[in-house]
């Protein structure tokens, strides 16, 4: 009923428009506040790709949620009812994904993450007009599991904070270590002391540490875990690695081995292209999450050549053939528009002054997540 | 408190009150369902005020820990709604019950167990007083917060959907215009509860109290039980805003819980006007507004939405309204 | 589990313990001095490592570092105080918690301004790096070690200031009767003021200490503000010693919940879901322990009635 009478709406505002037809794209990310930076990233890689095209014809609206999930569901509901927007993007956060998408999609709305994919909306979730561009969130933590065994690890302690998020990283490097566990400890959300757990670490007899800590928690880890001195070599996803947080590490992290469907130094053209305006332009390296705005933005634009989003079936249908340049090389979707992608081993080196990634090797090749086959669609 | 001064107030009040349901007929009338949201979201909260300011205005019982009747409320709902969404029955012993989508049904177990929280919470805190309440509220607040987190059965930080809105016999409630009227008629209903209480014995008595819990113990008061009291009616209507506004997003999470959401509850009911009938009313009406436009104004908001609470509470003693209506007279 | 476990982790409890008391003196000293509930206090811990990170990264020192850590967090709070909090003093708590919680916004977010939203970098000097061997075969930082000691040497400081300098006699007459010291010719909008700033410099050196081990970031100070809450009103607000005894069991108490619980729950229940209930009782531990010391004791365990 409400999506009838909303279609409608749309399509007075769209004839009262005239000729000049529009697309608007709805952008709400974290801008404020600790979790900023990666909005920041998504938001300047998506602005950069959509400069590059060169159209003029496309708006995007650009709102702060504050990584708050009712603050994202009212904008979501804003950019939808009141800004008519046609495809919505920007979310940064598991939990204000599963606030958001269903909502959004339940409204005819596409959908396109830069960023969170949880399972559920990988599995028995999905929906045709949700795309995730980035990663199903288990993919890195697989990789690293595998990463792992190719190593030769035998008794891996591993450590995640106590939200879904965190269970799902402990689940998914489980899925792919073979090896034996030596502690499996879940800490506190937000948690910046992990002595405690270092100390378990040290005594467990493990020989090597899994650990997924976002944010300023893998930070406080990292440089915690230098210093104790214990020694061990450490595995973790790319999110505690990436080009922000890894100058406010420091040595810390030099030579620790992470996971990544991106780095700097994929050598592919629109990779090096990509690295490069982006340097340009912003006057700093980009990071993952600016890789994963750019790619979403050239997946759109690629469909936009296609199908306009108010013919539903074919932008759709371009959507599905991600037909556009990714910065990551190879790139397609599964059956659940979930990425199929490589997943790369990277190590921290130094540039100079500058703390980045190189690749090491290949973790998975044409990796796909583990819910595909619960997506009914 | 003046005559004049009483007449301004009451002149304010029912300018809020119609201004709160003209704007969104308006808005119903241009075809824009996002206003109706904004003010739908404008009632929940300021009936969330309305709960605190009975606590904190009447009572003088100021809880950092408001967050955990709003989030008993908003989980009350996504349990009940996600059980009856899945066909799941929500306990199978001793006696099996279903989930339910029905809002009048959730509003009354929303009520019921926040009433409940409370009467646990304000039983133990109650015995101190001063900061000391502050604290310990806060840390009941955090404990419920860490609970929800931690918590896998119901979703965890990632929190619980809902994919359709609940229903109320008679009304269509995805309709943005209906759904606003049912909270606007609820906020309509505190409303009145809390004028009525305000000069009922029993306001008269716990406003004695907060003046002078000796002059009320002499005449045979224990200000202990009114204040016990006063504290259960708080968490119930706050516990019955946290299930709309569970409604209004389609969605819970352990947010509602944290002592953010609690400082806000606090802001709505200062910014508006201590003990003032509509001060949570003109409050969260500042507060919604403010985020509104100025979010859209620049990155670091923040830093105007605090410059702007910091002059109200140093600048405007009594509240917006207290500014407009003229400081009433009696002050504690 | 091994003997030698247990008492690392005894010493890390203790540690974080006494980085709260850093905080929690300030936030103690104000209350019992000014009546003063300050929500800002842990903005101030952000100044603290916001500084030391700023000018250690341009100077290379970490001495330098924590210099400009106190003199930043002092400055910026001797500047609130005269700006804002001094119109607080007569008003209620409730004022006071609405003004304060409005202050962090605008220190939260002028920091971000100032400095970016990416975490910025803070290192342990070289000379304090590393693991040292302790009697009995413990291997343990040095840069905890050094932050107890350091943490143990101001605890000290503070006891003697109160007790054997003019300004803590002051300070001592204020917390006993506020008008009779203006009386005595004191004065008292100075005095406040240096308090203010005392505190102020306290959190922001233990933001700056804490900076080099964990992540220099905005909202930084939330957290350990709430815990350093809970410190004092186990303590009993006012009381310096207070504040260092809710250090010391709040510090405690939380890491060894966070690693004996899960192991207990081991006991009785498979380990996937004993590391999990175990986890989260532990992440709620503290404020059990505050509930608890509140219900039987409600001033606190130092508190004045």
Known sequence: MIVRTLAMAGALSLAAAGAQAEIKVGMSTTLSGGGAG???????????????SG???????????????DIAVQLSDKMIQSEKVDVLTGIIWSNLAMAVVPGAVAQGK???????????????????????????????????????????????????????????????????????????????????????????????????????????????????????????????PAFSFDQGILQAVGDAALGVVNTSQWSKDIDNPANVAFVASFQEKYGRLPSLYASQGFDTANLM????????????????????????????????????HHPIQDIYVREVIKEGDIYTNKIIGVALKDHADAYAVECKM | ?????????????????????????????????????????LAILALAGVGLNLALGLGGLVSLGHAVFFGIGGYAMGVLASHAQSYTPLILWPVVIEGTKSMPVIWLVAMGASGLAALAIGALSLRTSGVYFIMITLAFGQMFYYFAISWP??????????????????????????????????????LWVFARIMRSAFGLALGAARQNAARVEAVGIAPYRLRLVAFVLSGMITGLAGALFADLNRFVSPVMFSWQTSGEIIVFVILGGVAR?????????????????????????????????LGVVLFARGGIIGLIAGREVRRD | MSLILFI????????????????????????????????????????GAFAASWAAGLTGSFLLGLIAALTAAAAAGALIEVAVIRRLYARGHLDQVLATFALILILSEGTRWVFGSLPLFLEIPPYLSGPVRLPGGIQYPLYRLAIIVAGVMVAAGLFALIARTRIGIQIRAGEADREMIGALGVNIAALYTVVFALGAALAGLAGALIGAIQSVQVGMGEPVLILAFVVIVIGGIGSIKGALVGALLVGLTDTMGRFLLPVAFAQVMAPAAATAVGSALASMAIYILMALVLIFRPRGLYGVA
């Open chain 2, 153 to 190: 059965a119901y979703g965890g930080e990632d929190g619980l959907s809902i994919y359709v809105r609940n229903g109320f016999p008679g009304l269509n409630t995805l309709d943005p215009i209906q759904f606003f009227a049912l909270c606007y008629a609820l906020l309509g209903l505190a």
């Open chain 1, 38 to 52: 990666l909005g920041i990233d998504v938001r300047d890689g998506f602005m950069l790709a959509l400069e590059q």
């Open chain 3, 8 to 47: 690392e982790q005894m010493l890390n409890g203790v540690q974080f313990g006494v980085m709260l008391f850093l905080m929690a003196a300030g936030l103690t000293l104000i209350f019992g001095v000014m009546g003063l509930i300050n929500l800002a206090h842990g903005s101030l811990y952000m100044v």
């Open chain 1, 301 to 336: 634009l690629s469909a936009l050549k296609v199908a306009e989003p108010s013919d539903a079936d074919a932008f759709r249908a371009a959507l599905e053939a991600a037909d556009f340049a990714s910065t990551r090389g190879k790139f397609a979707f599964g059956p659940n």
């Open chain 1, 110 to 236: 596409f959908y396109l993450s830069p960023n969170a994919g949880p399972s559920a909306l990988a599995g028995k979730g999905c929906h045709p007009n949700y795309f995730n561009v980035a990663w199903q969130n288990d993919n890195l933590h697989e990789a690293a599991g595998a990463y792992a065994n190719d190593a030769g690890y035998k008794n891996s302690f591993i450590l995640a904070p106590n939200y879904p998020a965190g269970v799902d990283a402990l689940t998914g490097y489980k899925r792919f270590f073979k090896g034996a566990l030596a502690g499996e400890v879940y800490t506190q959300l937000g948690q910046t002391d992990y002595a405690a757990e270092i100390a378990q670490i040290r005594a467990s007899g493990a020989d090597s540490v899994f650990f997924f800590l976002p944010g300023g928690m893998g930070i406080s880890f990292l440089k915690q875990y230098a210093d104790s001195g214990v020694g061990l070599p450490v595995v973790g």
């Open chain 2, 277 to 309: 009938l509509f001060g949570p009313v003109v409050g969260a009406a500042v507060f919604v507004l403010l985020e509104h436009f100025l979010g859209g104004l620049s990155e670091f908001w923040h830093i105007w939405l605090g410059a702007v609470l």
């Open chain 1, 55 to 69: 159209r003029d014809d496309i708006s995007v609206v650009i709102e702060d949620d504050q990584r708050k999930p």
């Open chain 2, 1 to 41: 408190m003046g005559w004049p001064e009483m007449r301004a107030e009451r002149l304010l009040n029912a300018c809020v009150l119609l201004a709160l349901l003209a704007v969104p007929l308006w808005a119903w009338a241009v075809d824009e369902p996002f206003t109706i949201t904004l003010a739908t979201r």
